[in-house]
C-alpha cells in the first residue's frame, strides 16, 4: 500500500500564493476543514506550510490590522522546507514517521518536488487498519 492510496490529490485541499491576502488563505483553510494550508509558488513546487499555530502567534506578535496581512507577511512563522514524502512512498512507513514527528498533515511531491497531494493521517490510519 503506498501514499498514493490515500492521499487527498491537488486541489482538493488548500493550496495558497504567498501573495494572497491572509485572510483568504484562513478561509481555505476553514472551508477544508484542516489546521494548514500549502504555499506554493508558480511553478507548483512547495515553499512552505502555514498552520493554524503560525497564524496565531504572527497575529499575537504584530499589532497590525487582519486585513492588511499577505500570507507572505506569515512565511517567516510557517514551516519552510517542510517535511514531505511521495505517493510511491510505503504508507505504513510515512504514518510511522508522521508519528514519530508529531504531525497530522504531509505534502507529497512529485519526482519534480511539486506539490501533487496531501496525506492527511486519519485516513492512512483508517486505511493501514482495514
Not at 505534502?107 to 518536488?113: M, R, Y
Request: aromatic share 4%; net charge neutral; proline share 5%.
Amino acid at each position: 500500500m503506498t501514499v498514493n492510496d490515500v492521499m487527498i490529490p491537488f486541489g482538493d485541499f488548500p493550496v495558497v500564493s504567498k501573495k494572497m491576502i491572509l485572510k483568504e488563505a484562513l478561509t481555505e483553510m476553514d472551508m477544508a476543514n484542516l489546521g494548514l494550508v500549502c504555499i506554493i509558488n508558480d511553478k507548483k513546487e512547495l515553499i512552505g506550510i502555514i498552520t493554524d499555530g503560525d497564524l496565531r502567534r504572527k497575529l499575537l506578535k504584530v499589532q497590525k490590522p487582519f486585513s492588511s496581512f499577505l500570507v507572505d507577511d506569515v512565511l517567516i512563522h510557517s514551516k519552510r522546507d517542510p517535511v514531505t514524502c511521495s505517493s510511491n512512498d510505503d504508507l505504513k512507513y510515512v504514518v510511522e514517521k508522521m508519528g514519530r514527528i508529531q504531525i497530522w498533515d504531509l505534502p507529497v511531491l512529485d519526482n519534480e518536488k511539486k506539490l501533487i497531494g496531501l496525506l492527511h493521517l486519519h485516513p492512512a490510519v483508517k486505511k493501514l487498519l482495514e
